[in-house]
């Protein structure tokens, strides 16, 4: 167990829908980092947010967009969906601003099909 | 663009049957390389950072080193609960917090 706690573990919507995943970081840790993984596209930086500020941005659609509450808590919105959305959303987390030592701590996913 | 290409895809060994797994990378200043772990239905898990050319880093029966170009996951005498996905992943100096992933090779190991 990682620490990292994310909801809906499964989701099934229809396309132009919009949807909300949510995930709770590890206790004590400030940033929080998203991630799509897809059979075709691998594992995909989406966005980074520290203590409640976006830090770094990745490949994410403008469709989606993120943000981190007070509690450190984060939530992914995507909308609009397409049938190309379909894939595993991870939330990960680690205590500081930076990835120094690379170890970034994985939720178990929130797996999104788009009918 | 920051590149990361891993072979093969799927590795099937039998217990025992030691191995290696290859990360080539193209990277404008490696920062650090990283290798995950992934269970299906699970998220990934961290292994190993490396640094620099010519470090190792060595845990139970995985030992990962590091080139100028590549990296190797070397696997000991497996077991079957060393199957899994195996993810590598670069940071480089310019890309900040962010982490290139490669595709992954799966590792089923038979007993």
């Known amino acids: 167990d990682s620490g990292v706690t994310q909801t809906p573990k499964h989701l099934i919507t229809a396309t132009g829908q919009r949807v909300t995943l949510r995930c709770s970081p590890r206790?004590?840790?400030?940033?929080v980092y998203w991630y799509q993984q897809s059979l075709d596209q691998g594992l995909q930086f989406l966005i980074q947010?520290?203590?409640?500020?976006?830090?770094a941005k990745g490949n994410i659609l403008e469709r989606f967009s993120a943000q981190q509450f007070p509690d450190l808590h984060s939530e992914l919105n995507l909308s609009s969906l397409e049938l190309g959305d379909s894939a595993l959303y991870f939330c990960a987390s680690s205590p500081g601003i930076s990835i120094s030592t690379g170890e970034l701590f994985f939720g178990e996913g929130s797996r999104l099909t788009v009918l | 663009e920051d590149q990361v290409t891993q072979s093969p895809e799927a590795l099937r060994l039998q217990e025992g049957e030691s191995s290696s797994l290859n990360c080539s990378y193209t990277v404008s200043g490696l920062r650090g390389l990283f290798w995950y772990r992934q269970d299906p239905g699970k998220g990934p898990e961290f292994l190993f950072t490396l640094y620099s050319a010519g470090e190792e880093k060595e845990k139970e029966r995985l030992k990962a080193t590091l080139t100028k170009k590549e990296s190797f996951l070397h696997i000991t005498a497996p077991k079957p609960e060393d199957s899994a996905t195996y993810l590598c992943a670069v940071q480089a100096v310019a890309a900040g917090n962010k982490l290139t992933f490669g595709g992954g090779t799966r590792v089923l190991v038979k007993p």
């Open positions: 206790s004590g840790d400030l940033s």
């Open positions: 947010y520290y203590n409640g500020e976006e830090r």
